[in-house]
């Protein structure tokens, strides 16, 4: 398991952390009944409040990517499949979301060249992390 945390960034670190956890677990890069770290020890690890960890352990928990077994440890959750449905909502609001991204960075005065380079630099980071 890879996490990163950009420190400078205007995404919290907690948001950070989970995204990139629910990412790996939907996307099979952690599979099904591996064990995660502690929380103690993923926070050691980040570099970041026990507390933030344990929300996200949470939160994960309750989307049911992961499970919390008392006095066990914490495992990733058997898939389950979506249906096409719930696919289809996901994908239409990550289009939203990328679409409102795309016209922050255009008020922000990027030029195209720039949200092309953005845009290759986090897809290769991202397949990147996904090895």
């Known amino acids: 398991m890879f996490v990163h945390i950009e420190r400078g960034s205007s995404i919290p670190i907690s948001r950070q952390i989970a995204e990139q956890l629910r990412s790996q ?14 929380v ?6 980040l570099a970041v409040n026990v507390n933030t960890v344990f929300r996200i352990y949470e939160r994960l928990a309750a989307e049911g990517l992961i499970e919390l077994r008392h006095g066990d440890g914490t495992y990733v959750s058997p898939r389950r499949t979506e249906s096409r449905s ?13 679409d409102a991204l795309i016209q922050r960075g255009v008020m922000l005065g990027f030029t195209d060249a720039e949200l092309r380079a953005l845009l290759t630099s986090a897809l290769a980071t991202a397949r990147k992390s996904q090895q």
């Open 25 to 38: 677990c939907l996307s099979g890069t952690l599979v099904a009944g591996e064990k995660l770290p502690s």
């Open 86 to 98: 719930e696919l289809s909502a996901q994908r239409d609001k990550f289009g939203l979301e990328f």
């Open 40 to 45: 103690r020890e993923l926070a050691q690890q």
